[in-house]
């Protein structure tokens, strides 16, 4: 008999424990957990992280959601920091009117200082009753980027791959105001890319093509995306061999770069990049004396390329 109730129990036990599981898995983000208060607020599962780099000019405040299951009544929820780098964020309250389900609140960055990289996390102050999605995390660096004006580039890195030859053409370069020396192409491989076809690249955003020749002796190019597409997944370029800057223009020796399409390949860096040697970018100062002095001029016309491997 005693083994009969230990088993009822322990079954009993188990009973319990599925029922609460299954209870458990219907809850949603941001539902209360036993508190008295009761308030259901969360942040969406696709919004508790936001990294940006945001130049000096641009608005110090930004606008973010808050969302709440419980919509009777008015509520404002404040919110407490868990992290708060040199106390520069200010973010205020966030103010639900009855019967609404979403709203705002909004974080001034207006101290910051260039070149600190800043993060803000927090969580409603009642933080007895936030479950998943209770905090939001925010990370902020402010970088100044001179514009340099339009310069002259020459791309060896996707031509070199299908049948195309080395190709020059404009495009914007920015220069880092608190580091000389680290330069910005802004969509090298937009629009304004002859071999491109409308498609070809992201124009959701802006893809800054960065070098770093701080060392003139030693130029290099850190992993990144191009923006454009041929059918094979985005190409991304490093380089693997050092360039150099000089006189204006920046070289970098024959394959010295690896590239890669992420649907080629499982994404391996399959390919290298300058196999003729005629990567180049003129800086604008130097190709504003090549204009003048020996008519020098980038290509325009959009040229049709075979899109197949070599």
């Known amino acids: 008999m005693k083994i009969y109730s230990k088993l009822a129990l322990i079954l009993g036990f188990a009973m319990a424990f599925v029922a609460c599981s299954n209870d458990d898995?219907?809850?949603?983000?941001?539902?209360?957990?036993?508190?008295?208060?009761?308030?259901?607020?969360?942040?969406?599962?696709?919004?508790?992280?936001?990294?940006?780099?945001?130049?000096?000019?641009?608005?110090t405040t930004?606008?973010?959601?808050?969302?709440?299951?419980?919509?009777?009544?008015?509520?404002?929820?404040?919110?407490?920091?868990?992290?708060?780098?040199?106390?520069m964020f200010v973010v205020s309250d966030a103010v639900f009117a009855d019967g609404e389900s979403d709203a705002t609140f909004t974080v001034d960055f207006s101290k910051a200082e260039a070149d600190i990289t800043y993060k803000l996390v927090i969580q409603p102050e009642t933080s007895s009753s936030w479950a998943t999605n209770g905090q939001f995390a925010y990370t902020l660096l402010i970088e100044k980027w001179d514009n340099l004006g339009v310069g002259l580039y020459t791309d060896d890195l996707v031509c070199g791959i299908f049948s195309a030859a080395p190709i020059s053409y404009e495009v914007e370069i920015l220069e880092k105001a608190s580091k000389p020396g680290m330069y910005r192409l802004v969509n090298a491989y937009g629009e304004n890319y002859p071999y491109n076809e409308p498609g070809d690249w992201d124009d959701s955003k802006d893809y800054l093509l960065e070098i770093d020749a701080t060392d003139s002796t030693a130029v290099s190019i850190a992993a990144q995306p191009l923006g454009l597409d041929w059918g094979y997944g985005m190409f991304w370029v490093r380089s693997v061999k050092p360039g150099t800057l000089k006189d204006g223009i920046i070289t970098f020796p024959v394959q010295g770069f690896h590239v890669l399409m992420e649907a080629y390949n499982d994404g391996a860096w399959s390919f290298y990049g300058n196999n003729n040697e005629a990567f180049e970018v003129v800086l604008p100062e130097k190709y504003k004396e090549l204009q003048e002095t020996q008519s020098v001029k980038g290509t325009a016309a959009r040229i049709k390329v075979n899109r197949a491997l070599k």
């Open 62 to 87: 930004k606008t973010f959601n808050v969302h709440r299951r419980d919509t009777v009544g008015n509520m404002t929820v404040k919110f407490k920091a868990i992290e708060n780098t040199n106390n």
């Open 25 to 59: 898995d219907k809850l949603q983000p941001g539902t209360w957990d036993g508190s008295a208060t009761g308030d259901i607020v969360y942040f969406a599962a696709d919004s508790l992280y936001f990294n940006e780099i945001l130049d000096p000019t641009s608005p």
